[in-house]
């Protein structure tokens, strides 16, 4: 029986160290939003939930179109892992079907730079070790997207405040594989206003392109 990978784009965070939605900003004449949710629509991930919060209307306006599934959460204010919560929640809901999901990899909205092909080789980590957690390294340090194997759900589920499955990674060490990407701007989030005038004036040069 083939089995698959999900993925989960979390893209409900007030944005509060920015003074408006971070999402929203222009990047190179789409709404930043768009770049990961597009990845992840684009990869091998299947199925995609994106999960939306703060400005819910205005960003799913935002999303391209894709092959993905929205929820909205309306606890978005008491940190990341309620959104982690819904998303791991939606896909328990979807069962085991004619192909069942075997983990999940877990993106944030706010990294532009993350591409299909990224999504992809953390894919086929997993899928080589699929009771593994697999997180993406830049320069050695771990960073997202990070797969999360089906048995781990439970505990994702009791995560609280805004970790994003830093307690269950640190639980779990011993499963934990990097998987290394050279490029450490492909890890670059968007936190504060001065990452988002680095990342415009570099993709506004030419150096926006994703590996």
Request: charged share 20%.
């Amino acid at each position: 029986m083939s089995t698959t990978i999900a993925a989960i784009v979390l893209a409900a965070g007030r944005s509060t160290r920015m003074g408006q939605h971070k999402l929203l900003l222009p990047l190179g004449g789409r709404p930043l939003v768009s770049y990961a949710v597009e990845a992840a629509s684009a990869s091998e991930a299947d199925p995609v939930v994106v999960v939306l919060g703060y400005q819910a209307t205005e960003v799913a306006q935002a999303l391209p179109s894709g092959r993905y599934t929205t929820r909205v959460n309306y606890d978005f204010a008491s940190g990341m892992a309620s959104s982690l919560r819904l998303g791991v929640e939606t896909l328990s809901s979807l069962g085991g079907g004619t192909s069942p999901i075997i983990g999940a990899a877990v993106l944030l909205a706010d990294q532009p730079l993350i591409s299909a092909n990224m999504i992809n080789r953390i894919l086929i980590a997993a899928r080589a070790e699929p009771d593994a957690i697999i997180a993406a390294a830049y320069k050695g340090q771990r960073g997202t997207p990070v797969y999360f194997p089906r048995q781990l759900w439970r505990e994702l589920l009791q995560v609280g405040g805004d970790e994003g499955g830093r307690s269950v990674i640190a639980r779990h060490e011993d499963l934990l594989r990097l998987e290394p990407f050279d490029d450490p701007t492909m890890s670059l989030d968007v936190d504060r206003m001065e990452d988002y005038l680095q990342l415009k004036a570099n993709w506004d040069h030419g150096d926006g392109s994703r590996g």
